[in-house]
């Protein structure tokens, strides 16, 4: 069964700094691994779509980069803005194609 | 272009009742998933529909059934309501079996 863990759980930052979050499965055959975005209360909002073949996806200040071998991925945020303030959620795909989501993390950014 | 829709947003219902929530994949998409989401918690996979049949299922008691129609729109069924049934209910849809995910905004539960 996959487990994935995302850390930090929670993060509180000043505008304008550059942020990772980790994340971390346990099955490492996974055919693509999905960043999604949500906020409270709200549905999710995917980020970046990275396929198993890849090593990195960027869309804007975003960059999602994806080691399957050590089961990691990791999303770089650059100059935070207080609109970022959401729970981020990985979220890999096995061979059922049926994503696996961690708790997320809940990101403040403060003016 | 809309992207996957859910009704209703909102719900509250007594123990013991039975609610039916629904779901419209975005253009385009053939395979529909249904997740939980309690208060703190990531989504939990519920079951994933495709061609009107149940292909996948997570770890979720027989109380809850579903249902895919031939326009591949959604329900899902949840009978005998228990208090911890209490959740976002969020639908999902996908183009094919290795296409990234299409979440809606998800229908609010609260069973009293």
């Known amino acids: 069964k996959q487990e994935v863990t995302q850390i930090p759980a929670a993060l509180s930052v000043p505008e304008g700094e550059n942020l990772v979050l980790n994340c971390s499965f346990t099955d490492s055959a996974i055919y693509n691994l999905q960043w999604f975005r949500q906020d409270p209360g709200k549905g999710l909002t995917s980020l970046l779509l990275?396929?198993?073949?890849?090593r990195e996806q960027t869309s804007g200040r975003l960059n999602a980069s994806l080691d399957k071998s050590s089961g990691r991925s990791t999303l770089y945020i650059a100059a935070s803005q207080p609109g970022d303030s959401a729970t981020y959620l990985c979220?890999?795909?096995?061979?059922?194609?049926?994503?696996?989501f961690g708790r997320g993390t809940s990101l403040i950014v403060h003016p | 272009d809309a992207g996957v829709t859910q009704s209703p947003t909102h719900l509250i219902k007594t123990r013991g009742q039975q609610v039916t929530l629904r779901c419209s994949p975005k253009s385009g998409h053939d395979t529909v998933s249904w997740y939980q989401q309690a208060l703190g918690q990531g989504p939990q996979f519920i079951f994933q529909y495709y061609e009107e049949e149940e292909r996948q299922r997570g770890n979720f008691p027989d109380r809850f059934s579903g249902h895919q129609f031939p326009n591949y729109s959604s329900e899902l069924n949840v009978n005998a309501l228990l208090l911890g049934d209490s959740a976002l209910y969020l639908c999902a849809s996908s183009p094919v079996a290795r296409g990234g995910y299409t979440f809606g905004s998800g229908t609010r539960l609260t069973v009293v």
């Open positions: 990275i396929q198993s073949s890849q």
């Open positions: 979220a890999p795909s096995g061979g059922s194609y049926i994503p696996t």
